[in-house]
Each structure stands twice: as C-alpha cells, then as structure tokens.
C-alpha cells in the first residue's frame, strides 16, 4: 500500500481563540486540584516511573521514511516517562488512560518552535490506544468539564455533544478505561494523532518486543503500583519497543481531523527503544524525568503535528509548561 503526500488539515477561523479558551479551562481545573500545592501536570499528573533509555534508528529504511531523525541510521540517549492520564492522582488498579512520553537527545536540525532553535530533542507522546474516543477538541473539553462531576457526567455530555455522540464516546472511552494493564512491558502504545513526515504524515507507535515478556506479571489484573513492576521486570530482563509509523493512505481510511477514528493502514517499523534498568540514582532520575517537559510540538519541523487535537495541544501543553515552570529543554543525560 503505498503511501500519499494528499494529506490535508482543516483549520477554522476561531481556531487561536478557543483553544486558547480551552487551555485556560484546563489549567482552571488543574488550580482547583493543586489548591496552593506545588504545580502539577493539568493531564497525565502521576507519573508510574521515570527512566533513561536508548533509541535507535535502524538501517535499509524505506525511502518515505528517510526524514529527520530517521535519516541515517543512528542511536540516542532518552528520556522515559510512564503516566496515568487522570488529573488526580490514584490508585494504578483504578482505571485510566495510561501514557508514554519519550524524549530524544542530541538530534540535530530545524525546531518547530522558533524559541527552542538550540534545542536538540525530539518528543514523541502515545496513549494505549490508536484513537481516542472523542473526534476533536471541542469535544475533548465538553468530556473534561463533564467528568468534574461524575453523577452529572451523561447529561452534561449530552447537552454538550448531542445524545448520539455522547453514548458513542462513553462506550470507546470505558472500553479503553477498562482494560487491564497486567505490565507496563507488554503494553502496546499508540500516537493516536498524526504528525508530519516530511512530505508524508503518520501516526506512529510503541510495539513490545515480547508481547509477555519474561517476568511480567500475568493474568487479567493492573497491579496496584505499575512503576514498581516494570522496575522488577527491568531487574531481571531487558525492555524493549518497536518504534512503527502508519503513513497516511486517503482520508476515507487515514483521516487527518478525526481523532475517534482507527487508521486503515499497516505499520512499519523504523527503530527501537530500549529501557535501561534503575541504578542507584533513581530516585534522581525520577525527579529528572518528572521536571522535564514532554510536548509533541517539542521536535524538527518535519514532525510537526497536525489536526485539531494537535494544534489544540500546542496551546495546552504551553499553558501548562508556563505554569507548573518546567525545565528547560535537556542537552544530555544531565
């Protein structure tokens, strides 16, 4: 199947105005949780565990994928942060959207955003699942405001979206919510949005390398603390991903705006990430990873985001950073 540089993205007048709108809500809600605190995340607030990792690009990759990063066949140091997608934070055993965000060092070329031009890293942000259970941005919010109280959550999403809309995210997103996570190390994760690349656009991904990894637990349960198994399973065997891409195919089968929608198309595998076990310093790499920065605009213009939850993102994840003062973009293992 080959892939198509026809991609398009539909941007409305308002754009700038509501996301921004929409970024001040989240932060409203995150003030609300921190109550005088310290600064904290607005999503994916507790982090299961932080770590140092390797990504590497592999050889012999097809010529569409031969873009930034992906040009030559390399391998770079990496920052690892596992997360629960809730604004509280909770039990691992309580359902949520569970997240990986991945930090590159030391790649070279043109940033997005012109105020991070001496920056040498490379962001890439995925959930457990290949598309979200809401379409767009507004969409996102009306769910986000909604779930501020649960017994009112069906008839304030309801009269947000419609009843059609909201039966059809509750059904995706408690499917979603409610699968087990038995282990951190065999879990797949998905970009769930696209992003350019080069000429082309993708969603990408994190397949494990072993499906059941040897020393995982098994069995149909999340254990009650998910950064501490992985950490067991990292004692005794190492972890790894397939990093894969999805290129764009058309609009009926790889849609650019709709974020609810599974893409229609097969994978490729481009590199491979390995985590490396927790030494003696975890606790300091922990506190490393948590002050950190993950943003999927945080990268070379040929991975620049797109569709509406994107663009929405560069204005939340901006809003967020500024207000929880997150540290500057890392040159090395620091």
């Not at 390399?74 to 942060?81: H, N």
């Not at 997005?112 to 962001?123: G, K, M, R, V």
């Not at 764009?248 to 849609?255: G, H, I, L, N, V």
């Amino acid at each position: 199947m080959k892939a198509s540089k026809d991609w398009k993205e539909r941007i409305a007048d308002d754009e700038e105005t509501r996301f921004r709108a929409h970024a001040e809500t989240l932060l409203g809600i995150a003030r609300a949780r921190d109550q005088g605190s310290s600064k904290k995340r607005a999503l994916h607030t507790k982090g299961n565990i932080g770590l140092r990792a390797r990504f590497t690009v592999l050889g012999d990759l097809p010529e569409e994928a031969r873009v930034g990063l992906f040009r030559e066949p390399g391998s770079y140091d990496a920052w690892v942060r596992y997360s629960n997608g809730s604004p509280s934070i909770q039990s691992d055993r309580k359902g949520d959207i569970r997240g990986i965000a991945v930090k590159v060092l030391g790649v070279t070329g043109t940033q997005i955003i012109p105020e991070l031009a001496a920056s040498t890293t490379q962001d890439f942000l995925l959930i457990r699942t290949p598309s979200t259970p809401v379409r767009n941005t507004d969409e996102f919010l009306a769910l986000v405001r909604a779930a501020q109280s649960p017994a009112l959550l069906l008839p304030r999403l309801i009269g947000a979206v419609g009843f059609g809309r909201a039966f059809a995210i509750l059904k995706q997103g408690l499917k979603g919510l409610g699968a087990p996570i038995p282990s951190l190390a065999s879990a797949h994760y998905y970009s769930a949005l696209p992003i350019r690349f080069g000429e082309y656009a993708v969603r990408y991904a994190l397949k494990p390398q072993a499906e059941s990894p040897p020393g995982a637990r098994t069995g149909a349960k999340t254990p009650p603390d998910l950064g501490a198994e992985l950490r067991e399973r990292l004692a005794k065997g190492a972890v790894s991903y397939d990093f894969q891409v999805q290129f764009f195919q058309d609009e009926a089968r790889t849609p650019i705006e709709d974020a609810s929608r599974d893409w229609d198309s097969p994978y490729v595998t481009l590199g491979r990430l390995d985590l490396a076990a927790p030494g003696e310093d975890h606790e300091q790499v922990v506190a490393r990873v948590e002050s950190l920065r993950f943003d999927p605009w945080h990268g070379l213009t040929e991975f620049r985001p797109l569709g509406d939850m994107m663009r929405a993102r560069k204005v939340a994840y901006l809003v967020s950073a500024e207000e929880r003062k997150g540290a500057s973009e890392p040159t090395a293992m620091d």
